[in-house]
């Protein structure tokens, strides 16, 4: 599971549940992660403690943070202060220390051999990936076909958001996740990152608020996601794809698009909103 701040009720619940968990630094922290101290007080109090029997995999440092905002030039160096706490907490083999990006850092996206950063992301992201690589981590990336569907309903077809559609396109996809997911692995590759793992680290569908967002979309993209990611893409065909859901319950309180506060697998009430199942 994904949580995305270090709530400590949360972290109690985890201790011995054998539940592999990405842990979040949020955005407004970043700032003052540029300070060594601030970071290592931050994992000896949030992770260190914990570490022995909550199962953390990777620290993501930040989530989707884009080249123009206060905090872009704090991403690196809070994930490096955070890696050398970890490493002096000798948790390095244990936890990976990354962050999350989402596919507007991305253009010339279709084919999704073309795919790259755009210039303004490559300078930001660029160093980012060769400390990722440099200490085996992967890159986080949230991919959420409903987005690029609903920004683009002339040229992209529900079936193909959904993973229904039958045959392939001309650039030899089957559905818009791989071709999202592939882009990123193209983007990737041009800036010298060819050997990159991804960690689908979001990718969901609202069940309301929004064009396509019904209960029947989302149980269709939720049921047909979680049979997919078990083999590859077309440029990664090894899988499987490593994919968090997001999310687990409705969050009613969220600001922005009515969408935002129905991407809940569950409702509020607990009540599971679809019948999955992870066989």
């Known amino acids: ?111 999704p051999n073309n795919g790259a950063f755009t210039d303004a992301a490559s300078g930001f992201i660029s160093p980012i990936i060769t400390f990722l690589s440099n200490n085996g981590a992967p890159l986080l990336a949230n991919i959420y076909p409903y987005f690029s569907y609903t920004g683009n309903p002339q040229s992209i077809t529900l079936d193909y958001a959904l993973f229904n559609q039958q045959g392939t396109n001309d650039a030899g996809y089957q559905n818009l996740f791989d071709a999202l997911l592939d882009s990123i692995y193209a983007a990737l590759e041009k800036i010298g990152a060819s050997n990159m793992q991804i960690v689908v680290s979001e990718s969901g569908w609202p069940s309301a608020g929004g064009d396509a967002a019904s209960v029947d979309n989302a149980a269709t993209y939720y049921k047909n996601l979680i049979s997919h990611v078990k083999s590859g893409t077309p440029k990664r065909p090894n899988g499987p794809i490593e994919t968090y859901l997001f999310a687990m319950f409705d969050e009613n309180l969220k600001p922005g698009a009515e969408t935002e ?10 009540s599971a909103k679809y019948q999955l199942t992870f066989n």
């Open 1 to 111: 599971m994904r949580i995305y701040n270090p709530d400590e009720a949360t972290l109690e619940a985890l201790r011995g549940s054998n539940i592999e968990v990405i842990l979040g630094v949020p955005n407004d922290n970043l700032q003052s992660f540029t300070n060594a101290g601030a970071a290592t007080d931050w994992v000896n109090k949030y992770v260190k403690p914990y570490s022995n029997d909550v199962k953390f995999k990777y620290i993501a440092v930040g989530n989707e943070v884009h080249p123009g905002d206060a905090g872009a030039s704090s991403v690196l160096p809070a994930i490096q202060n955070v890696q050398s706490a970890i490493s002096a907490a000798n948790l390095q083999d244990q936890i990976k220390v990354s962050t999350a990006i989402d596919s507007s850092l991305i253009q010339n996206s279709y084919p």
């Open 261 to 270: 506060r129905h991407f809940g697998l569950f409702n509020p009430d607990k």
